[in-house]
């Protein structure tokens, strides 16, 4: 992404294939001021939006959906074109996951926000009182979101917020500014949503001021580094905006002695080479049990030779560039500091000379070890370091060992113990042969420990984030009593009284008693008619 100031004065973001470093297109940017109107449209827009309720919210994202099965070509290409991935990908990685997640979730969310009432325990208050939960939209939503899930990861953001009766702006990544364009496209034609629900701010991260984490913003929804996570997150405390953080991630692949090395190894070139290895939840180091090891990275190194390299003109590609100039000097920068501490590359390891954009050899690398910026810290790209270990207490530490905790694997043919370490896996999702592919399960949470986030997206939980439980709670006395047993006077008839009702709410069988008290003290009684 480069930016530069247009003829009639405007910044302009120029938007640039990774592939071919073709100019895709120049897409004006808001300004501050303009990101704040935005703000106060959708502010304005809210009471009618959340009016709608959830059936008829839905109808409309039904439509997005529709919208976007009608226009699935289109949409793969653009992805494919300013991400770099080959549209396979974005076929089953970022279109499925979003007509899965409207379809289902457009069923289940009336249920989910339909009123909870809350069962009262309390023998007076279960006689006189009734409590629920009411699940209130929160108001305006900003979706601030990344580029290497360009289409999927704004859009559960924005489903959800929607469907809960938000009205939502979203920035996209300023590398995949015609994507967000597109999926404007999506809600405000497609849909036709009503003016102000939802709107999409092209603009520089570090150039468009704070509007969107001060109030009338209710909540942020971002996903990206961990770095940027932490500043947003800095400016939301001080405005008491809570926030959704989907952030960094260092995901380890554990490979257990009795493991099936042909599956293994399939996963973990897949794990670590899809989408270019820009994934949060990447195969990002592999452990492999000693007496396998050899057997496990032959296997890896043949696959990941077999690998197609490209531009997908033809489907007939498995790896495409990296988003960005920035990437490709990161995974360099992770390599070269392994070499210099001693690993050793199988395969791959530089630049694709001969192609103009931004491709990368597929590498795997061994004799790694703690010491290296390629096994502690991200890289987002197509490496694949992989370390033996000798017993499965060294491979959780390894493991474990990482400032990050967004998924894990663990391979192994014994279920019992797949489930044991992956107890012990600290990460918000551990899959036991399998990995990262959960991000396509709506029904399940996607959700970070240590550095890599806060919350919840997708599943019920991530829609819940979208709502506010608000506590109703309502008398049924009907005027019986004039005041409550807590209220004024105080007396010690009182102080008696109230002692007796708490041995009868521990012990049933003081009930009675209290009941007795309540019937017999009549200086006490008058207080309450
Ligand atoms: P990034 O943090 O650089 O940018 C994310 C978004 O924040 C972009 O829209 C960017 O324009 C905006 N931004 C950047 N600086 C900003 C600032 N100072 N103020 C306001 N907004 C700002 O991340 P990226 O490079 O786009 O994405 C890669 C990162 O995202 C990786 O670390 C990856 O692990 C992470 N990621 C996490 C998940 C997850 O679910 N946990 C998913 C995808 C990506």
Redesign the pocket.
């Known amino acids: 992404m480069a930016s530069k100031t247009a003829n009639n004065g405007k910044n302009v973001l120029i938007s640039i294939n990774p592939a071919t470093l073709e100019v895709l297109g120049e897409i004006p940017m808001k300004t501050p001021q303009e990101v704040k109107e935005a703000v106060r449209g959708a502010d304005r827009a809210f009471d009618g939006w959340a009016g709608l309720g959830v059936a008829e919210r839905g109808r409309y994202l039904l439509k997005v959906r529709d919208y976007l099965l009608e226009h699935v070509d289109a949409y793969c290409d653009v992805i494919s074109k300013e991400n770099g991935k080959p549209r396979l990908e974005a076929l089953s990685a970022e279109l499925f996951l979003v007509t899965d997640l409207i379809t289902y979730y457009v069923k289940r969310a009336p249920e989910l926000l339909k009123d909870r009432p809350i069962s009262l325990h309390n023998p007076i208050f279960k006689a006189t009182k009734s409590s629920k939960l009411v699940y209130e939209p929160l108001g305006v939503m900003a979706v601030?979101?990344?580029?290497?899930?360009p289409f999927a990861?704004p859009m559960s953001g924005i489903l959800f917020s929607l469907l809960a009766g938000n009205t939502v702006l979203f920035?996209?990544?300023?590398?995949?500014a015609m994507i967000g364009l597109k999926i404007d496209e999506a809600l405000n034609k497609g849909a036709g949503l009503p003016e102000g629900v939802f709107t999409t701010i092209i603009?520089?991260?570090?150039a468009?001021g704070?509007a969107?984490?001060e109030p009338p913003v209710r909540k942020v929804i971002?996903?990206?580094?961990?770095?940027?996570?932490k500043?947003?997150n800095a400016?939301c405390a001080k405005n008491l905006i809570p926030t959704v953080?989907?952030?960094?991630?260092k995901d380890p692949m554990v490979v257990c002695e009795d493991a099936d090395l042909e599956l293994a190894s399939r996963g973990a070139v897949w794990g670590a080479f899809m989408n270019c290895g820009?994934?949060?939840?990447?195969i990002e180091r592999v452990y492999v049990a000693r007496p396998i090891y050899d057997r496990f990275v032959e296997l890896c190194v043949e696959k990941t030779k077999a690998l197609r390299v490209g531009q997908d003109l033809d489907h007939e590609v498995d790896i495409g560039p990296l988003?960005?100039e920035?990437?490709l000097g990161i995974v360099e920068a992770h390599i070269r500091d392994a070499l210099e501490k001693g690993a050793r590359i199988l395969t791959g390891g530089k630049r694709i000379q001969g192609l103009q954009g931004y491709f990368w050899e597929p590498t795997i690398l061994v004799d790694v070890n703690h010491t290296m910026d390629c096994m502690t810290e991200?890289t987002?790209g197509p490496t694949l370091p992989i370390m033996p270990f000798d017993s499965e207490d060294e491979a959780v530490r390894l493991a474990n060992d990482s400032v990050f905790g967004?998924t894990a694997s663990v391979w192994t043919k014994d279920p019992a113990k797949g489930d044991a370490i992956a107890r012990r896996l600290q990460g918000?999702t551990v899959t036991v042969n399998d990995h990262a592919y959960t991000?396509g399960v709506c029904e399940t949470p996607?959700?970070?420990m240590k550095e890599?986030?806060i919350g919840r997206?997708h599943s019920d939980a991530g829609l819940m984030e979208m709502v506010f439980p608000k506590h109703v709670n309502t008398d049924h006395s009907l005027g019986f009593m004039k005041r409550r047993m807590w209220w004024y006077p105080y007396s010690s008839a009182a102080y008696e009284v109230q002692k007796m009702a708490f041995n009868a709410f521990v012990h049933a069988k003081a009930f009675p008693k209290f009941l007795l008290s309540v019937a017999t003290r009549k200086d006490y009684r008058k207080t309450l008619y």
């Open positions: 601030v979101s990344p580029w290497n899930y990861i920035k996209p990544a300023s590398d995949t603009a520089s991260g570090r468009m704070t969107l984490f971002f996903t990206g580094s961990t770095d940027v996570g500043k947003i400016i953080m989907e952030l960094g991630g820009q994934v949060c939840a990447s988003a960005n920035e990437q991200e987002f967004l918000g991000y996607w959700q970070g890599s986030g997206s």
